[in-house]
T-cell receptor, first 113, second 113 residues
């Protein structure tokens, strides 16, 4: 079974630029999550999708972050414009309704200069 | 506000010994508690889930306890090996509605030969 795929693995941008991350979850997983993990901290949930609908985006900085999951499969997370404090690893995870465990992708390490 | 605490300092132990990691929480009533392993440059990997009505759960060399009165979970690795060196994250799940995990900051475990 293929795992959660993410791209790119690394991205370096200057502040005020925009960036987009892509995630392809495990086939058949209805729930998709985007997390932000700052160095030395645990993952923090940014947004959660159930199929193609948003069920939780309470911690998403909506003035600069946006995410979509068209057709209920893969998803993109965008930051525009980026700030220095956005430097972090962005993790995508997916889960099925049958199990409570989440499966994580390798993450995208973003550096904002 | 809810708070999840894990030892921020790394835990250093010798190969063959039992490693014990702690997860304490406040202002939260999780129905489930999960433990994940995270290696550098990778996403977290699910290890174990324990329910609020379970006192203990085992899987091979791993053991998790869950005390809802003390608001604490202990994670044990018996007969530790250098390959067990990683960061271990605990995550709380309220269990109602759509699954939402809140992660601790993680504890880094170093097992020396």
């Amino acid at each position: 079974e293929a795992g959660v795929a993410q791209s790119p693995r690394y991205k370096i941008i200057e502040k005020r630029q925009s960036v987009a991350f892509w995630c392809n979850p495990i086939s058949g997983h209805a729930t998709l999550y985007w997390y932000q993990q700052i160095l030395g901290q645990g993952p923090k949930l940014l947004i959660q999708f159930q199929n193609n609908g948003v069920v939780d985006d309470s911690q998403l900085p909506k003035d600069r972050f946006s995410a979509e999951r068209l057709k209920g499969v893969d998803s993109t997370l965008k930051i525009q414009p980026a700030k220095l404090e956005d430097s972090a690893v962005y993790l995508c995870a997916s889960s099925s309704s049958a199990l409570r465990e989440q499966f994580f992708g390798p993450g995208t390490r973003l550096t904002v200069l | 506000s809810q708070k999840i605490e894990q030892n921020s300092e790394a835990l250093n132990i010798q190969e063959g010994k039992t490693a014990t990691l702690t997860c304490n929480y406040t202002n939260y009533s999780p129905a489930y508690l999960q433990w994940y392993r995270q290696d550098p440059g990778r996403g977290p990997v699910f290890l174990l889930l324990i329910r609020e009505n379970e006192k203990e759960k085992r899987k091979e060399r791993l053991k998790v306890t869950f005390d809802t009165t003390l608001k604490q979970s202990l994670f044990h690795i018996t007969a530790s090996q250098p390959a067990d060196s990683a960061t271990y994250l605990c995550a709380l799940d309220r269990g109602t509605g759509f699954q939402k995990l809140v992660f601790g900051t993680g504890t880094r475990l170093l097992v020396s030969p």
